[in-house]
């Protein structure tokens, strides 16, 4: 619903940023005939010719037609937000998107060295492969020699802090085959991670035996959940290059369902699999243990698959989020000193999240609570306000027949009021559900 509310904004941007162009081409061209010295009666000649050939578009265009709402021009949520929020609303969507940005910086920073720890404490340590038996160690075991697992966690959050970090400070491009290449490498690991806990279910060896539900569990799930799913900031990347876009909410649709077959397969072969208290927070250390997995080689893939994914997406969220620090703090002329464009915006980039993967390192907790606040800020209330803020400057740039030809299935303002209800009730649910836990009631 909320995806489908983006796209509807999108066409609203672009049909706006059009409408805009063609008047100030037509202010240009007045303003040109003036200065020139035509005479008026040339200027009327020209353009009776002129609505003699366009008539028919801008005629149309003018009362709204949805030649004018094709989406041809990528405009990103935050350029969405300028256009349609009032300065307090445009500050909020920043603050939303800079904390969630945080959040995903944060679980970066975590998962490595947590991967590299269990790995590495486990092939070097006195655990020889048994990461994934169901072990429970604590943070004061030892990993090898003198160093505590807790210490080598931190020795790799260094080590990963001074080899990616300094991408913060510059500008990162030309990803594409690093991205093709990051993108077979998740393939390739969720689909080894199904079969392996399918032949290990069909083999009578499952150890799973979930109850039917646990509350406790809502306030995680739900912030999993939206950060799994939650793509609406990258719309405007993947809608826009899209050459046909008749059956752009088919295909949405369409790419939902196979999102949630395929987590759904993932997950409930995980829980079936693998015995209550025994799933760790990094999925693939499960596949770790040699009773599971006997290949060496697809043991260490898993095991170590955090490591090669997260570190190629992490410079490029970091220069997303020291940008964003840029556009909420625009300034007039678009520069600033050297000292706080090169030192400062990247340090305060950098520094909170490894300070938080320096404090926790409960991925659990992080993705839970990333996803129940800042995310569900991004996937639900930033949506529901564009569509309602885009219709209602589309009735007034337009009138009040424009026909959007992206407008959301759920075009009625009950969906809208819906979507912000749901979200205020899922962010009070969640606050009220982390007080009790922390006050063990």
């Not at 492969?129 to 020699?145: F, I, P, Q």
């Not at 510059?170 to 990803?175: C, D, I, M, W």
């Not at 990094?282 to 955090?306: E, H, K, Q, W």
């Not at 303002?413 to 606050?431: A, E, K, N, Y």
Request: positive net charge; contains cysteine; charged residues 15%.
């Amino acid at each position: 619903m909320t995806t489908t509310f983006v796209v509807e904004a999108m066409a609203a941007a672009n049909a706006q940023l059009r409408w805009k162009r063609m008047e100030k081409r037509k202010e240009d061209d007045e303003d040109e005939d003036s200065s020139s010295g035509v005479s008026d009666s040339d200027v009327l000649l020209r353009d009776s010719y002129e609505r003699a050939e366009t008539r028919p578009i801008l005629s149309v265009q003018r009362r709204g037609s949805p030649n004018i709402f094709e989406i041809t021009e990528r405009v990103e949520m935050g350029q969405m937000a300028s256009m349609f929020f009032n300065k307090v609303g445009v500050n909020l969507f920043y603050f939303c998107i800079i904390i969630y940005l945080y959040g995903d910086l944060a679980i970066y920073a975590a998962a490595v060295p947590v991967s590299l720890m269990q790995v590495t404490c486990s092939a070097i340590g006195n655990h020889s492969c048994s990461v994934g038996d169901g072990t429970k160690y604590n943070d004061t075991d030892k990993c090898w020699g003198p160093i505590r697992r807790i210490d080598a966690y931190r020795l790799y959050l260094a080590a990963f802090t001074l080899l990616l970090g300094p991408f913060t400070f510059f500008n990162v491009q030309k990803t594409k085959y690093l991205q093709i290449v990051t993108s077979l490498m998740r393939w390739i690991a969720f689909i080894l991670m199904i079969i392996l806990a399918l032949i290990r279910i069909s083999r009578g060896q499952a150890e799973g035996h979930p109850s039917m539900a646990q509350l406790s569990g809502i306030r995680n799930l739900f912030g999993v959940c939206v950060y799994s799913f939650m793509c609406q900031h990258s719309l405007p990347s993947l809608i826009t290059p899209i050459s046909k876009k008749r059956h752009v909410y088919k295909l949405v649709l369409l790419d939902y369902t196979l999102i949630l077959a395929f987590y759904s397969l993932l997950s409930f072969t995980a829980i079936y699999c693998f015995r209550n208290g025994r799933l760790m927070d990094m999925y693939t250390l499960n596949f770790t243990d040699c009773d599971i997995v006997g290949a060496a080689s697809v043991r260490y893939f898993l095991g170590l698959f955090p490591v090669f994914t997260i570190s190629t997406n992490f410079p490029i969220i970091a220069v997303t989020l020291r940008n964003n620090w840029k556009t909420l703090f625009h300034r007039e002329g678009g520069t600033y000193p050297w000292l706080v464009d090169r030192v400062v915006f990247p340090a305060i980039t950098l520094v909170p999240p490894v300070l938080v993967a320096f404090c926790t390192h409960d991925l659990e907790s992080l993705v839970g609570i990333t996803g129940a606040y800042a995310g569900s800020g991004i996937q639900y209330v930033t949506p529901a306000f564009l569509a309602l803020c885009s219709r209602r400057d589309t009735q007034l740039v337009f009138g009040s027949g424009a026909l959007n030809k992206h407008r959301s299935p759920f075009h009625h303002s009950f969906w809208v009021v819906f979507v912000l209800m749901w979200g205020f009730s899922c962010f009070v649910f969640v606050t009220a559900n982390i007080v009790l836990s922390e006050s063990k009631f």
